[in-house]
């Protein structure tokens, strides 16, 4: 199994690659649908699950069909570099479906060492492990009107962390715009240049999850006493603090620590510090001193640099017109830019074939398509009295008539099913109704479509314009 999905994986990247990263792994064991492969570090692991977990998986499902699995080994070593008489077991992300916010960091959750990245907080001189991910660099981030500010900020504090007024240094922005990579970067690059400095690259998630262990465990001291020793702290997807009250006070108090000795503070949010909610105040004016840097969508030429980059980095040619294709309809997300032309290259090689405009044009839609976007409520009414040629007043008037009572359910209906608003706004905007009789309404189609093959139809043909 494993030579066949050496053979497809060899075809689709460069040799030199195939080389370093594939001929060291040494298949060990088949079960059920699970390839165990061992790899010689965790690095490598990191490396191949980074790079190459989307070739792994169209390797593995051609040869073991959908589900399969592929689990690593990997050859443990001592500090010494003695070969420890066990292997660790690491699970691949290559199995579930990859969601766009969960590439991020499944590794680091995954991974038991990792987890916890303080070894004996109290003692002195703890070896602490940076958590940093060296494939995110400056390198390969590539600068465009949309990062400028962000991009150079974050060199200026790779420079001179904490010597600059940019401190915390924070970038929000939206989902898959770079934030993670460059957040890394500036660690990245202040190891290379300042080695003697303590750098800490967390997500607020499992910062979170280490105070609330440490409040069982009661060492909250030394949870603090921990951070306190960081030079350089980022952490990233603060969002995730808001609402809880305990971790921001903790995270209060290391910050001011940190600022008040010079430390560098580096975070990552999903919104502007004005926008951010149920976060406390005092946190919020802190993050307002240094810098807040927008990272916002790449224009067309960052995404077709973008997009070059990856293929220059995999060795593989294809046509001008296809990249700029993808990049002219990809817009919002690089984590999806990068997804659609990995799937192209995987694709392509997979059938053999010549990476046409129209392959692109599949999966570019699939990509699109899969990209949720919040439908509104109006836009409900407008797609519902349309199909039924009824306009909108119509739809929301308090006529009783059969059919117009109909549609009128539907969009409630849909508009449950389609945003987050609240039954009585969904019921306020349809016509002014309570929630009550978008609970009904709802209920009401739920039923007709059990048992009204017609109005099933409705709904199919209704969700499918909905979802276009
Ligand atoms: P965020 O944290 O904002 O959700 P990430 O940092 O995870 O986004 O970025 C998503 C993907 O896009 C990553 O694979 C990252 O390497 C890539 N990426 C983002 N910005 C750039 C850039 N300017 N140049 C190259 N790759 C980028
Ligand atoms: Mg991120």
């Keep these: 199994v494993w030579d066949n999905c050496l053979l497809f994986i060899k075809d689709n990247i460069q040799e030199q690659a195939y080389k370093t990263w594939f001929e060291p792994i040494k298949a060990v064991e088949l079960s059920d649908n699970a390839l165990y492969i061992q790899v010689p570090s965790k690095f490598f692991y990191e490396w191949l699950e980074e790079h190459y977990v989307k070739l792994l998986k169209v390797a593995l499902t051609k040869e073991l069909g959908q589900g399969a699995k592929l689990l690593y080994k990997i050859k443990m070593e001592n500090k010494l570099g003695n070969k420890l008489p066990f292997t660790e077991q690491l699970p691949s992300n290559n199995h579930a479906a990859v969601k766009p916010q969960e590439v991020d960091a499944p590794i680091q959750n995954k991974n038991p060492e990792l987890k916890n990245p303080f070894v004996i907080p109290g003692i002195r001189n703890v070896k602490i492990e940076s958590q940093l991910n060296s494939n995110y ?15 150079s900020a974050g060199m200026a504090v790779a420079n001179k962390p904490g010597g600059t007024s940019f401190n915390p240094l924070l970038f929000f922005g939206g ?19 300042h080695p003697e400095k303590t750098v800490l690259y967390i997500s607020a998630e499992v910062f979170t999850q280490q105070y609330t262990d440490s409040v069982k465990k009661n060492t909250r001291n030394d949870f603090i006493h921990f951070y306190q020793l960081i030079d350089v702290l980022i952490i990233d997807d603060v969002q995730f603090l808001s609402g809880k009250a305990g971790t921001q006070d903790v995270f209060f108090h290391i910050f001011n620590y940190l600022h008040q000795n010079g430390k560098q503070v580096i975070l990552t949010s999903d919104k502007a510090p004005v926008d951010m909610q149920d976060i406390e105040q005092r946190l919020l004016s802190r993050f307002k001193w240094g810098l807040s840097a927008e990272i916002q969508q790449p224009d067309y030429e ?20 296809i990249v700029e294709y993808v990049a002219k309809n990809i817009k919002t997300n690089i984590r999806e830019l990068e997804g659609a032309i990995i799937s192209l290259i995987a694709q392509s090689s997979f059938n053999r074939r010549e990476v046409t405009l129209e392959l692109a044009k599949q999966v570019v839609e699939k990509f699109v398509k899969n990209v949720k976007r919040e439908v509104s409520i109006d836009y409900i009414q407008k797609v519902v009295s349309d199909y039924f040629q009824l306009d909108m007043e119509t739809l929301q008037s308090k006529t009783r008539k059969r059919d117009v009572v109909q549609a009128r359910q539907l969009a409630m209906f849909f508009a449950k099913k389609f945003t987050k608003s609240s039954l009585a706004t969904i019921g306020s905007q349809i016509g002014d109704r309570d929630h009550a009789t978008v609970l009904h309404a709802c209920k009401t189609v739920d039923n007709l479509v059990a048992t009204d093959k017609q109005f099933k139809k409705y709904v199919e043909d209704i969700h499918k314009k909905l979802s276009l």
């Design 137 to 151: 660099n400056f390198d390969n981030f590539l600068e465009g009107e949309s990062n400028r500010l962000a991009r």
């Design 175 to 193: 989902v898959g715009l770079g934030k993670t990579h460059l957040a890394h970067a500036i660690g990245v690059e202040i190891k290379e240049k």
């Design 302 to 321: 960052t995404r077709v640099a973008i997009l070059k980059n990856i293929l220059f980095r995999d060795g593989v040619e294809m046509p001008e017109e």
